[in-house]
């Protein structure tokens, strides 16, 4: 059975998602648009024996695509074998703004889409001093105007009812300035069945992706001998449509004096200061990392006991043997790792969507274009940038509302150096390690070096993105323009929504990768060929005869992990790593973190034979690994593996190389290209083994 | 009195109406957010050191940020 498509079209900042919600009632899922990652998202709206299928579209000031996001926009509407291609377009105003709605409806009209036109923050009307005359809207417009405040779901039912309703006919609005009448008669031999504005919409884009092409080339041929630009074709339109507009401004007016209640100005002020403004913007970055890490402590302690809780239940109810190990080490231990990261990943994206609501996000990217643009990044780098700092993962998907294609990918491409959480506990441990704990004017050392690894992140990521920026040839002329919405008040069902879209998909997407690694790492670390490994406790018990029961089993362990798939592996690359200053004890840390840092700290546990579910979080626990890892050997070199010199080695080579399968899984996705994703990986690993050689050399 | 200059020179607080773009490489999506010839602007908030310029289009009360490489492009007549 085919439910009737209902899809929200309108421009960013009407309350769209709200309506949304609204309308399914958390009935909603999130997913792809096939082939591109894009958020789809789509619900279901139930009503009598009636089920509508409900699109949230991607907010659009046009039908012309800017964007990734609004090429779907564009791809849904002017192509009727999509999958997607609604029944019925539902057109979203913002009162303020109605002239730029109307626009929108228009052309989805002309392209061929019955639509209808609600006006939403109906509220917002008599605030702002705003007269509309409703009658002459629906007289104009030819359909019938629904007027909604989604916040309070005033007006919804009215709307809901209208879904099943024809719009009567549209007579286009849009009248073909005549110098392009020649170009627009060839191009329509070319679309037999299509309207004629959807004809023109063809004619003005570069490319159009659901058609052939041949006809793209036979449109790129008009465009040539006419001497037209598709930019050209598509201010002309903007223009004449305005024009018509404005020749009818009897719709809205204004009463007396419109600025007055409204305090976006006087916020303003204050937030888009020259320097107030960086002051507040800083010290809000401040106090976000702050509470990622002390907001989410409790959180990550609880889950941590939970976990280690159930390996040792699972333990106890079933008999031992490889089956139980691959369930407790392997699977629970990689959905631990996982699930670990939740409460971080909850915090930023609280934030980060409580700033998009209120509209402060556009002024971050005011406030920081001007520093990133010499870069070659844009203002809109920053919310990847920033959000980095939890995970990649969810930073690279938000590079998606950068329009200029080369920043997008530049951003994407630098994004994986800032300092994620999952470098931190390997930044503690190694920090504890080989950073002396004294203060310097008053300025703990330990504390100073991890400051200064994330600033050496920064640092890294501006300066790749520097070089590529060089390298990389731009397509498109950079252009930022966008719009500084009125302040809101935060919609909590749509800040609630968004945290737990963006926290499932991390669970997910993530997870699935992490959670088959930890358990590919748990093979090659459990099994191992020939007597050595299939032996180590007899071997153990003959070497060690007087050692206590624990501690026997501690050193079968390492043995065994010395002899496993996994010790063999560490050992082939030793030669590698030796340059570095790591024997390959490290050698097997380093490459069981290519699947993800996280392991790291575990996987060295297990092979200095502490066992493996050790947790840092914890003093004593840290303690042990810090005693147990600061007395260990470099058989290489004679001195101790955690020096001074293999310390900052090693510190240099997490904190630049990409060691995070997720990563290179969701920088393939949304880049589209393997040879991005591997320049990406190569170039990182490369400069941290560089950056490794360097400092130990010259340290040791 | 002459007094076509192009939009980055204009100070915080000033009006003027937009005349015509210097280039063509301006995406239409100027146009969209409201950057018509004909159109009255005000200039509201500048970023430090030649960064964004915050403009309000008169008419609907609209905020839009551009740069001031766009600026420079834009060519109006003060008021």
Same mark, same amino acid.
């Given at each position: 059975m085919?439910n009737?498509?209902?899809?929200?079209?309108? %421009?960013?900042?009407?309350?769209?998602t709200?309506?949304?919600?609204?309308?399914?009632?958390?009935?909603?899922k999130?997913? %792809?648009?096939?082939g591109?990652t894009?958020?789809?998202? !789509?619900?279901?709206?139930?009503?009598?024996?009636?089920?509508?299928?409900?699109?949230?579209?991607p907010?659009?000031?046009?039908?012309?695509?800017?964007?990734?996001d609004?090429?779907?926009?564009f791809?849904i509407?002017?192509?009727s074998?999509?999958?997607?291609?609604?029944?019925?377009?539902?057109v979203?105003?913002?009162?303020a703004?109605?002239?730029?709605?109307?626009?929108?409806?228009?052309?989805? *009209?002309?392209?061929?889409i019955?639509?209808?036109?609600?006006?939403n923050?109906?509220?917002?009307?008599?605030?702002?001093?705003?007269v509309?005359?409703?009658?002459?809207?629906?007289?104009?417009?030819?359909?019938?105007?629904?007027?909604?405040n989604?916040r309070?779901g005033e007006?919804?039912?009215?709307?809901?009812?209208a879904f099943d !309703?024809?719009?009567p006919l549209?007579?286009?609005?849009?009248?073909?300035?005549t110098?392009?009448?020649?170009?627009?008669?060839e191009?329509?031999?070319?679309f037999?069945?299509?309207?004629?504005?959807?004809?023109w919409?063809f004619l003005?884009?570069?490319?159009?992706?659901?058609?052939?092409?041949e006809?793209?080339?036979?449109?790129?041929?008009?465009?040539?001998?006419?001497?037209?630009?598709?930019?050209a074709l598509?201010?002309a339109?903007?223009l004449?449509?305005?024009? *018509?507009?404005s020749?009818d401004?009897?719709?809205?007016?204004?009463?007396?004096?419109s600025?007055k209640?409204?305090?976006?100005?006087a916020?303003?002020k204050?937030?888009?200061?020259p320097?107030f403004?960086?002051?507040?913007?800083?010290?809000?970055?401040?106090?976000?990392?702050?509470a990622?890490?002390t907001w989410?402590?409790p959180?990550?302690?609880?889950?941590?006991?939970?976990?280690?809780?159930?390996?040792?239940e699972i333990h106890?109810?079933?008999?031992?043997?490889?089956?139980v190990n691959?369930?407790?080490?392997?699977?629970v231990?990689g959905?631990?790792?996982?699930?670990?990261?939740i409460p971080?990943i909850?915090i930023?994206f /609280?934030?980060?969507?409580?700033m998009e609501?209120?509209?402060?996000?556009?002024?971050?990217?005011?406030?920081?274009?001007?520093?990133?643009r010499?870069?070659?990044l844009?203002?809109?780098?920053?919310?990847?940038l920033m959000?980095?700092?939890?995970?990649?993962?969810?930073a690279?998907?938000?590079?998606r509302n950068i329009?200029n294609?080369k920043?997008?990918l530049?951003?994407?491409?630098?994004t994986?150096?800032?300092?994620?959480s999952?470098?931190?506990?390997?930044?503690?441990? /190694?920090i504890?390690?080989?950073?002396?704990?004294t203060?310097?004017?008053?300025?703990g050392?330990?504390?100073m070096t991890? =400051?200064?690894?994330y600033?050496?992140?920064?640092?890294?990521?501006?300066?790749?993105a520097w070089i590529?920026?060089?390298?990389?040839?731009?397509?498109?002329?950079?252009?930022?323009?966008f719009?500084?919405?009125?302040?809101?008040?935060p919609?909590?069902?749509?800040?609630?929504?968004n945290v737990?879209?963006?926290?499932s998909g991390?669970?997910?997407d993530?997870?699935?990768?992490?959670?088959s690694?930890?358990?590919v790492?748990w093979?090659?670390?459990?099994?191992?060929?020939g007597?050595? =490994?299939n032996?180590?406790?007899?071997?153990?018990?003959a070497?060690?005869?007087?050692?206590?029961e624990?501690?026997?089993?501690?050193?079968i362990?390492?043995?065994?992990?010395?002899h496993?798939?996994?010790?063999?592996?560490?050992m082939a690359i030793?030669?590698?790593v030796?340059?570095?200053?790591?024997? #390959?004890?490290?050698g097997?840390?380093l490459?069981a973190?290519?699947?993800?840092?996280?392991?790291?700290v575990?996987?060295?546990?297990?092979?200095y034979?502490?066992g493996?579910?050790?947790d840092? !979080?914890e003093?004593?626990?840290k303690?042990?690994?810090?005693?147990?890892?600061r007395?260990?050997?470099n058989?290489?070199?004679? $001195?101790?593996?955690?020096?001074?010199?293999?310390?900052?080695?090693? $510190?240099?080579?997490?904190?630049?190389?990409m060691?995070c399968?997720?990563?290179?899984a969701i920088?393939k996705k949304?880049?589209?290209? #393997?040879? #991005?994703?591997l320049?990406?990986?190569?170039?990182?690993?490369? /400069?941290a083994?560089f950056?490794?050689f360097?400092?130990?050399q010259?340290?040791? | 009195?002459?007094s076509?200059i192009?939009?980055?020179?204009?100070?915080?607080?000033?009006k003027?109406y937009?005349l015509?773009?210097l280039?063509?490489?301006?995406?239409a999506?100027?146009?969209?957010?409201?950057?018509?010839?004909g159109?009255e602007i005000?200039?509201?908030y500048?970023?430090?050191?030649?960064?964004?310029?915050g403009?309000?289009?008169?008419?609907n009360?609209?905020?839009i940020?551009?740069r001031k490489?766009?600026a420079?492009?834009?060519?109006?007549d003060?008021?």
């Amino acid at each position: 059975m085919n439910n009737p498509i209902i899809a929200l079209l309108g %421009n960013p900042n009407v309350g769209k998602t709200s309506l949304f919600n609204r309308l399914t009632n958390l009935n909603q899922k999130v997913g %792809n648009y096939p082939g591109i990652t894009v958020d789809k998202r !789509e619900g279901k709206l139930t009503k009598g024996a009636k089920t509508y299928r409900i699109v949230d579209l991607p907010g659009t000031y046009t039908l012309y695509p800017n964007s990734l996001d609004e090429q779907v926009v564009f791809n849904i509407l002017a192509d009727s074998n999509h999958t997607d291609y609604p029944n019925l377009v539902v057109v979203v105003a913002d009162p303020a703004q109605l002239n730029r709605s109307i626009i929108l409806y228009q052309q989805a *009209r002309e392209i061929g889409i019955p639509a209808i036109f609600v006006v939403n923050m109906i509220d917002e009307v008599e605030k702002k001093g705003l007269v509309i005359d409703f009658d002459k809207l629906a007289k104009k417009l030819n359909t019938k105007i629904f007027q909604t405040n989604a916040r309070t779901g005033e007006g919804l039912e009215q709307l809901i009812a209208a879904f099943d !309703e024809k719009p009567p006919l549209y007579i286009g609005d849009f009248a073909v300035p005549t110098a392009f009448n020649k170009a627009l008669e060839e191009a329509k031999s070319l679309f037999p069945l299509h309207t004629e504005y959807a004809t023109w919409q063809f004619l003005a884009q570069e490319h159009i992706s659901f058609i052939s092409a041949e006809k793209n080339n036979a449109l790129a041929r008009i465009r040539e001998t006419h001497k037209l630009t598709t930019q050209a074709l598509q201010k002309a339109e903007s223009l004449a449509r305005n024009k *018509r507009l404005s020749m009818d401004d009897s719709i809205v007016r204004t009463q007396a004096d419109s600025s007055k209640g409204d305090p976006t100005h006087a916020i303003d002020k204050i937030l888009l200061h020259p320097v107030f403004g960086y002051v507040l913007f800083f010290g809000l970055l401040f106090f976000i990392f702050q509470a990622i890490y002390t907001w989410s402590g409790p959180f990550m302690d609880a889950i941590d006991e939970f976990f280690g809780y159930l390996v040792s239940e699972i333990h106890t109810r079933l008999p031992e043997g490889p089956l139980v190990n691959l369930l407790t080490d392997g699977v629970v231990a990689g959905i631990g790792g996982i699930v670990i990261f939740i409460p971080q990943i909850v915090i930023l994206f /609280l934030f980060i969507s409580l700033m998009e609501e209120i509209g402060y996000m556009s002024r971050v990217v005011f406030l920081m274009d001007r520093w990133l643009r010499p870069f070659g990044l844009n203002g809109k780098s920053v919310i990847p940038l920033m959000s980095s700092v939890a995970c990649a993962v969810p930073a690279v998907m938000s590079a998606r509302n950068i329009e200029n294609a080369k920043e997008r990918l530049v951003t994407m491409l630098v994004t994986p150096f800032m300092t994620c959480s999952a470098r931190l506990p390997i930044y503690i441990v /190694l920090i504890g390690l080989v950073i002396p704990d004294t203060t310097v004017w008053g300025i703990g050392l330990q504390g100073m070096t991890l =400051f200064g690894l994330y600033i050496l992140g920064i640092v890294a990521a501006l300066c790749s993105a520097w070089i590529l920026n060089k390298i990389i040839k731009n397509t498109h002329k950079s252009f930022l323009i966008f719009e500084l919405p009125t302040y809101k008040l935060p919609d909590w069902k749509n800040v609630l929504l968004n945290v737990w879209d963006k926290t499932s998909g991390f669970v997910i997407d993530a997870g699935k990768i992490i959670l088959s690694i930890s358990i590919v790492l748990w093979v090659l670390g459990s099994f191992g060929p020939g007597e050595k =490994f299939n032996n180590a406790e007899e071997l153990i018990k003959a070497e060690y005869p007087t050692l206590s029961e624990e501690e026997l089993s501690k050193e079968i362990t390492s043995y065994k992990v010395e002899h496993s798939y996994l010790g063999y592996i560490g050992m082939a690359i030793e030669p590698v790593v030796k340059p570095l200053g790591y024997d #390959w004890k490290m050698g097997i840390g380093l490459i069981a973190s290519f699947a993800a840092r996280e392991v790291f700290v575990g996987t060295m546990a297990t092979v200095y034979s502490l066992g493996d579910d050790v947790d840092i !979080e914890e003093e004593s626990q840290k303690a042990t690994v810090l005693s147990r890892m600061r007395s260990e050997i470099n058989k290489n070199t004679g $001195l101790p593996a955690y020096n001074f010199a293999s310390g900052i080695s090693l $510190l240099l080579f997490y904190a630049f190389a990409m060691q995070c399968m997720s990563t290179i899984a969701i920088v393939k996705k949304e880049t589209g290209s #393997w040879k #991005w994703t591997l320049i990406q990986t190569g170039f990182m690993t490369g /400069l941290a083994y560089f950056a490794a050689f360097v400092a130990y050399q010259l340290l040791k | 009195m002459q007094s076509n200059i192009s939009l980055d020179k204009l100070k915080i607080g000033e009006k003027a109406y937009i005349l015509e773009y210097l280039s063509t490489e301006i995406p239409a999506k100027f146009f969209e957010l409201g950057f018509i010839p004909g159109t009255e602007i005000e200039v509201k908030y500048k970023a430090p050191f030649n960064g964004p310029i915050g403009i309000r289009i008169v008419h609907n009360n609209a905020l839009i940020a551009i740069r001031k490489s766009e600026a420079e492009v834009i060519l109006i007549d003060t008021i």
